[in-house]
């Protein structure tokens, strides 16, 4: 090889070295950092109030929106739309439209996406899991701060709860951070 196709070789190598970097960077950063909204001072008020926190703890204005457009959704199993949804489809639109990723649509394969903590440990956006019904793994919400998280219940549809509700944290079975 002479000295001008080893320089262009030399090139072409490391243009696809830092294609290749920046690729895998960039997909790495858009499912990291999405873009926090400041809440409106009406949703701030509102949350901060319903889980007894202060007003500038409430900082994901995108998150609460839209917990507050879809709040009293009434629940309906394998729903995804605002006549009727499931706790796994909540989480699955919270995550596509509120963090701009994309998560799989089911709590059985929710779960396995998880890197678990302890309750102490959960942060918003965090899953947590529910075996209601003698089931493994079958609710899931997700956590958003001061003990509170938001569900689909099949009750009340969307909305939040204490995590330490005496009813519900008796079937409460793990919590985590999507992976």
Not at 42 to 49: H, L, Q
Not at 135 to 142: A, D, I, Q, R, W
């Amino acid at each position: 090889m002479n000295k001008k196709h080893h320089i262009f070789f030399c090139i072409i190598v490391s243009i696809l070295v830092v294609l290749s970097s920046c690729k895998s960077k960039k997909n790495t950063l858009k499912n990291a950092n999405y873009k926090i909204e400041k809440p409106s001072n009406k949703i701030a008020a509102k949350y901060a109030e319903e889980m007894d926190v202060s007003k500038s703890d409430i900082k994901n204005g995108k998150l609460y929106e839209f917990i507050d457009d879809w709040e009293g959704t009434r629940y309906e199993f394998g729903g995804l739309t605002k006549k009727g949804i499931d706790c796994s489809g909540l989480v699955y639109l919270i995550y596509q439209n509120v963090y701009d990723r994309q998560i799989p649509r089911s709590t059985s394969q929710q779960v396995n996406i998880i890197k678990r903590k302890y309750e102490n440990q959960l942060k918003e956006g965090d899953l947590v899991f529910f075996d209601f019904d003698g089931k493994k793994f079958s609710h899931v919400g997700l956590y958003l701060q001061n003990g509170y998280y938001v569900h689909a219940s099949t009750r009340k549809g969307v909305m939040l709860e204490k995590l330490r509700n005496p009813y519900t944290y008796k079937y409460f079975s793990r919590g985590g951070s999507v992976e």
